[in-house]
């Protein structure tokens, strides 16, 4: 299966790509115009041609289904919302738990489940908005934590979090949390818009596409709502996104694979 072509992330600068008169009395224009000049060349020299999916090997026959109940979790009376399971080896399933949604006291927490021996963890909080605070590179207050997945399915350490640093939802953004020994040790926030990153959530799970890139599904919740593929590099980096549709009240969409 292949992705649609994907928008570099340099269309979103695309109105002011071009001549940009300049008086020499205005230094200040000239730099603003070599920079983003700049900017375009060095996106439009990615190479985003590989955009094919990479699927786990399908599971192959193993008797009746078995549905068994292997986590029931109450916290009240806190809220526990956005369920988030990543498989692998061990399977882990991440939340996020607070008085309600959208305030101060919100965490993310998690627990780990070994299924080859079918053996459930005890649940541990992952991080809070005040370590978060203290990782935040550029430094920047995180307000209010929300939505939080794995950046990449099966390998932990690297979460992407949902976070706000001013206002509500609508001033979210999406920021890449870096773990060492349990502790958030860097986060910094994706460039998804050049306008103050406002208004981008995720929810569901990554994939990997063929050159070794990650295509994450996320969403936009500002004057409308719709999806939004992000297309990761293997360095973290933002290297292009794409709407999803043409709807404006779609959100959380999930990748869903099918077939090579």
């Given at each position: ?123 541990f909080g992952l ?84 050159g070794g890139d ?47």
């Amino acid at each position: 299966m292949n992705v649609g072509p994907l928008t570099p992330v340099n269309e979103f600068f695309r109105p002011l790509h071009g001549v940009i008169n300049v008086s020499k009395n205005h230094p200040h224009k000239i730099l603003f115009a070599t920079s983003i000049a700049l900017a375009v060349a060095a996106d439009t020299s990615e190479n985003l041609t590989d955009q094919s999916f990479i699927f786990q090997a399908p599971v192959g026959p193993g008797g009746a289904p078995k549905f068994e109940n292997v986590l029931d979790l109450s916290s009240k009376p806190l809220v526990m919302h956005a369920p988030h399971i990543v498989t692998g080896i061990t399977t882990q399933i991440l939340w996020f738990q607070g008085s309600r949604e959208a305030v101060p006291d919100v965490e993310i927490w998690a627990v780990d489940f070994d299924t080859s021996k079918g053996k459930l963890a005890d649940a541990f909080g992952l991080f809070r908005r005040q370590s978060l605070t203290q990782a935040m590179a550029p430094r920047q207050p995180v307000l209010i934590l929300g939505n939080t997945i794995q950046k990449e399915p099966g390998v932990p350490n690297t979460y992407l979090a949902t976070v706000v640093s001013l206002g509500g939802w609508a001033a979210a953004s999406v920021a890449q949390v870096n773990m060492q020994n349990g502790t958030a040790v860097v986060a910094r926030k994706l460039p998804l818009s050049p306008f103050l990153n406002p208004s981008t959530l995720v929810r569901n799970s990554a994939i990997h596409l063929g050159g070794g890139d990650l295509l994450v599904p996320a969403y936009h919740e500002m004057a409308g709502a719709f999806g939004l593929l992000v297309r990761l590099g293997q360095d973290g980096r933002v290297r292009s996104t794409a709407r999803i549709g043409h709807w404006r009240t779609a959100i959380q969409p999930e990748i869903v694979g099918t077939g090579p």
